[in-house]
Structure formats: C-alpha cells, structure tokens
C-alpha cells in the first residue's frame, strides 16, 4: 500500500527549487519511469551578473537613470523590482562586478549567439626612451638675433658698469636700440627714395648733355658739344689750346674758341673731322667723276668747313680742294679720340627741334639727323635714290622715319647716315630714369594718400565721433580741470558708480518707498 501522507506529484514551486534538489527529483522521476515536463523558466545567472548591452531590455532605461547622477533627481526601484542602478535590493549596498560567466538571454526561437573571434591586436611599439639628461637645444628667434646682433658691441659687462645689472634690463635695452635702428633704416629708405635713386638709376653717362644750340660757348662734333677752355677758369675745367696750325707760320698755340681768324665758338665743326669715303655708305654715295689727282681731299665726302648750328650756313664749296682745316692725319686722329673722353658733352634736340618747320629734321632709332647736310655732298660724288628722295624732300621730314625705313628695308641707308648725316639724340629718357620715376611717384601717391586719410579721419572723428565717445564742446579750463578731478576721485574707489551729468531715462528711479541714504527702512 502506498503512504497516504505523500503525494506523487510535487507542486511545480516545489519543483522548481534549487538546483540541487532540481537534480534530485529528475532522477527520482526517472527512476520511477514517468516524466516530470520539467523547464527552465528562468536564468540561472544571477541579475547582478548579466552583461548590460543594447540586446538586453533595460539598457536604455538604466542609462537614462543612470545619466540623471549628479542632478538633484532620484530615481527609485521600479514596482517590478527592477533597479536602475543594478544594484540587487535583496542584498547589501555593494554591487558585484560583471562576471566572466554571464550569458546573455536568450530570446525564444533563436539560437545562442556565438561569441566572435577576438581581432588579433597589433604589437604595440615600444616608444623609445628619451634620455632626460639630453637637452634638445632650441634655436633663439629672429628677433632676438636681430637685437643681439645690433647691440654686439655692448657686453652685458658694459651694461653692468653703466647701471643696467638685471638680465631683463639688458635686454630691454637691446631691443630698444633695435627699434631705434629699423626707425633709423626706414628714414634712410625713404631719403633714398626721394633724393639717391634718381642719380643711381637715371645714372648714365651723358651727365652732361645739353639743348643742341643752348650754348654758344661750345662747339659741335659728331653730335657732341666741346668745351675748348683756353686759360685756367679756376673750376677744375680741362684747359684746351690747338697745336699750332701752321709752323711755317708761328710755332705758338692757337685759341680756336676766341681767335677771330678760326671763331670755332657755337659753330658745328662736324666736316673738320669726317669720316672717308667708303664702308656702309660706299653702295649708296658712289664716285660720279675720277678724282684729281691734285685733290688731297678726294676721299672725303663733304668740304672741310664750319656750319652753324642754327642751318644759316649755306653749302660752300670753294675750298672743296683744299685740305686746310682737314683732321685726317693719322696721328691727329689719334690726339682727337683721346680728347674725347675729356671734353664731350652730348647734344641733344627735343621734339619741337624736329617739328620744327624751318629746320629739315627727322628722327631715326633715336639719333636726329639734318637733311641739309646732304647738300653738302661734293659734285663728285652722286647718291642712291633713297638718299635722294631725303635731299629733295620727296620723303616727309619733320617725324621719325625709323618705321618707315624699316617698312622700305632701307636699314642699311640709316646705317650710312649715322656716318655722315647725325647731328645729336633725342631727348628721351633710359629705362633706369623711367622705373625712377615711377617709383618716386607711387611713393609719393603713398605717402600722400596715406597724410590726406588720416587727415580726414581726425576731421571725421573731432565733427561727428568726439561727441559720442567724451568730447565736450565749449568747456572752459575751470570746467575742464573739475572733471579730471571728478575722474581723479572716482578712480581711487572704482566700485562706487561715476558722476553723472545727464539724466538717462525719462523714468524716475526714486519714489517715496526709497529709503533715503544710509537707512534700510522705507520713508512713510
């Protein structure tokens, strides 16, 4: 008979107990050979333990309460039993950290989620070792090089012995005689602008030039004015006397500038000194007539003889033989290119020389060339047609030709004048007195510009600004030196509020509940 106290089937709580006693009925079940429909209802691991992640229930939940720390909230456990804190309230206040053992729930239908194979971290390198005795040495700055290099001459013992002990005083010292020195750079830069650069880029060598005409107390060769100074001027003037002219005669030197005889003075003595028939102009000059034989001069182009420099002077050639007045000897070819270096002075003529309508000039790369000239040419000889449209005036005067000639391939006729037709340069500027120029001017602009703007900013700021920001007009010095004794006296307490002169609102700031100074009670 079966013990009517027991009972086969135990109650499900009962069951479901600890696991020990769990273990004990399923073998008592299956020993007696009946099943015991036993599941896991619950997880084993305990609610401390689980892994908090976003898979789980209350992950948002306990961090929302979780973030709420440090505010004056408190969050208490739910009616489920459910703490935000994870904090298990069966137990004491110390909560145990997550365990390698926790599992993650599972959720029905689904199998358990295989943990991932760790990534294989990389080798960290070992960081190298920085020896602390070793100083990495650091460069000093510019400035400071600057201002050590400036002041080299002064010793920190210099300084000591003249008051200035502290390193920092030295220094400060040094920098203001830096400062003083770039101020010092600047001044010179801007006097150089305005006076050296002009003489170091307009610098050329015809320091000397003048207006072909200007001056009648020289005389014109080739384009270039001599002064031929016979006495000693006292001013460091290079003194000129001819050789003797005709030693049959006299053995004396001669003044070529002054004599009557010669009056070289303000005359154009290019024909003294010509260059022989031949070279670039041999295609274009030939030889209309054989030569005399008792002509000495039978190779020259023109007759020795003076012009004016003003065109007065008409062709001449009754002296077209002779060799008088002739420089063609070897030796006073010599003696002339020597003196060159020592007298010359460029001759130069102007635009309105050229236009000018009772001068037959015209300009050609630069040069200025007299169409007269080629009148002078002896009877022996006749010219090209391209000379001779220039002599008869068939080609325009007055301009400059260089296009012209260039546009006709007459390069090589120019050529041929510059030989015997050139009488001065134009009067132009090179490229060094052209950049000077542009540069004093835009320093000028500069410097002009930079004068008129804070000019009108100080008128702008006195007539409609200085109002606004503490500008008083009309005050008088009574009232001027009242204020600065107010500001005086406000500055030694600057926690009180400053005096003021003029109401800000239209409102009133007092009533008769204001407690009057230095009472706490309202008046009644």
């Not at 009517?4 to 499900?12: D, K, N, T």
């Not at 009925?25 to 007696?32: C, D, I, L, M």
């Amino acid at each position: 008979m079966e013990n009517p106290g027991l009972s086969y089937e135990e109650p499900q709580g009962r069951r479901q107990g600890g696991a020990a006693g769990g273990s004990s009925q399923n073998a008592e079940g299956a020993a007696r050979g009946k099943p015991t429909n036993f599941k896991r209802q619950k997880s084993l691991v305990r609610p401390e333990r689980e892994r908090i992640d976003r898979n789980h229930p209350q992950y948002h939940y306990r961090n929302a309460t979780q973030n709420l720390e440090g505010s004056n909230i408190k969050v208490q456990a739910s009616s489920t039993g459910n703490d935000p804190t994870g904090i298990n309230l069966g137990r004491t206040g110390v909560r145990r950290g997550k365990s390698v053992l926790g599992r993650e729930p599972e959720k029905p239908g689904h199998l358990r989620a295989k943990q991932k194979a760790a990534a294989p971290q990389k080798r960290k390198t070992i960081p190298e070792i920085k020896n602390p005795l070793k100083k990495t040495r650091e460069w000093p700055s510019k400035w400071v090089i600057y201002y050590n290099a400036v002041t080299c001459c002064f010793p920190a013992a210099l300084l000591k012995s003249c008051g200035k002990h502290a390193p920092e005083i030295q220094r400060a010292w040094r920098e203001k005689v830096a400062l003083v020195s770039i101020i010092v750079m600047m001044v010179l830069a801007v006097g150089f602008l305005t006076f050296g650069l002009q003489q170091a880029l307009c610098r050329d060598e015809q320091s000397g030039k003048f207006v072909a005409g200007s001056r009648d107390t020289e005389v014109i060769i080739n384009g270039f004015g001599y002064y031929l100074n016979a006495e000693d001027s006292g001013n460091g003037e290079p003194v000129f006397r001819h050789p003797p002219i005709n030693k049959d005669i006299s053995l004396e030197t001669v003044d070529i500038m002054n004599d009557p005889t010669y009056a070289a003075k303000g005359m154009d003595a290019s024909f003294l000194f010509q260059e022989p028939a031949g070279g670039v102009c041999e295609k274009f000059i030939t030889r209309s007539a054989p030569a005399v034989p008792s002509d000495p001069v039978a190779n020259l182009y023109f007759p020795c003889e003076y012009r004016s420099v003003n065109g007065n002077t008409q062709p001449n050639f009754t002296n077209a033989r002779s060799a008088v007045g002739c420089h063609t000897a070897a030796g006073t070819r010599q003696k002339w290119d020597a003196m060159k270096k020592s007298y010359n002075s460029p001759a130069y003529y102007t635009w309105e020389n050229i236009t000018n309508t009772q001068r037959r000039f015209f300009a050609y790369d630069g040069d200025v060339y007299d169409a007269d000239i080629l009148n002078w040419i002896k009877s022996d000889f006749s010219v090209d047609d391209s000379i001779a449209a220039l002599r008869n005036g068939s080609i325009a005067l007055q301009r400059d030709l260089s296009f012209l000639f260039a546009q006709r391939k007459m390069l090589d006729v120019g050529i041929c004048l510059k030989q015997i037709a050139r009488v001065g340069a134009m009067d132009s500027k090179t490229i060094g007195c052209v950049a000077s120029d542009v540069i004093t001017y835009v320093s000028l602009v500069i410097i002009l510009g930079v004068v008129f703007i804070k000019f009108f900013l100080a008128v702008f700021f006195g007539w409609f600004l200085s109002h606004k920001l503490g500008g008083f007009d009309k005050e008088s010095y009574q009232e001027r030196m009242k204020r600065a004794e107010q500001i005086e006296a406000w500055s030694s307490d600057i926690n009180r509020p400053a005096f003021q002169t003029k109401r800000q609102t239209i409102f009133p700031t007092t009533s008769r509940f204001t407690p009057p100074s230095g009472s706490s009670t309202p008046a009644l």
